[in-house]
């Protein structure tokens, strides 16, 4: 069975909003690590936005100021809203869980590009955004 499934994706126009959800039936609050990464066609995925068990959150610089990524331990729901969409947001978008940290700062952090995992995929939803 999938472990963590999006919903919530869709076409809109430039400057429009989504938001996209991500429910795993496991128990997020014992995931240190949670995340959105997103692919478009012909091109890598990319990292957009990511938050860890005490709501510490780091986002690609494209979507900063845009997007807000949160989560719900009691719902196991993963969260991020997206505004002032633009074309160049058109992507699958991926929710992930479960990653290897990495220290910075006295603290241990949650990357794009961990040395091991994510562990947890989603099967992905589609943003779609026209000019």
């Known amino acids: 069975a999938q472990v963590l499934v999006e919903s919530g994706g869709g076409s809109v126009q430039a400057g429009g909003s989504l938001k996209l959800s991500c429910a795993a039936s496991?128990?997020?609050?014992?995931?240190?690590?949670m995340g959105w990464f997103r692919q478009a066609p012909g091109k890598e995925r990319e990292g957009v936005a990511v938050?860890?068990?005490?709501?510490?959150?780091n986002y690609a610089d494209s979507v900063k100021g845009r997007f807000t990524i949160s989560r719900d331990n009691a719902k196991n729901t993963l969260y991020l809203q997206m505004n002032s969409l633009i074309p160049e947001d058109t992507a699958m978008y991926y929710c992930?869980?479960?990653?290897?940290?990495?220290?910075?700062?006295?603290?241990?952090?949650?990357?794009?590009?961990?040395?091991?995992?994510?562990?947890?995929w989603g099967q992905g939803t589609q943003v779609t955004v026209s000019s």
């Open positions: 992930a869980a479960d990653w290897t940290t990495v220290p910075s700062g006295g603290r241990w952090m949650c990357t794009f590009d961990p040395p091991e995992g994510p562990n947890y």
């Open positions: 496991i128990a997020t609050y014992s995931i240190y690590c």
């Open positions: 938050i860890d068990s005490v709501r510490s959150t």
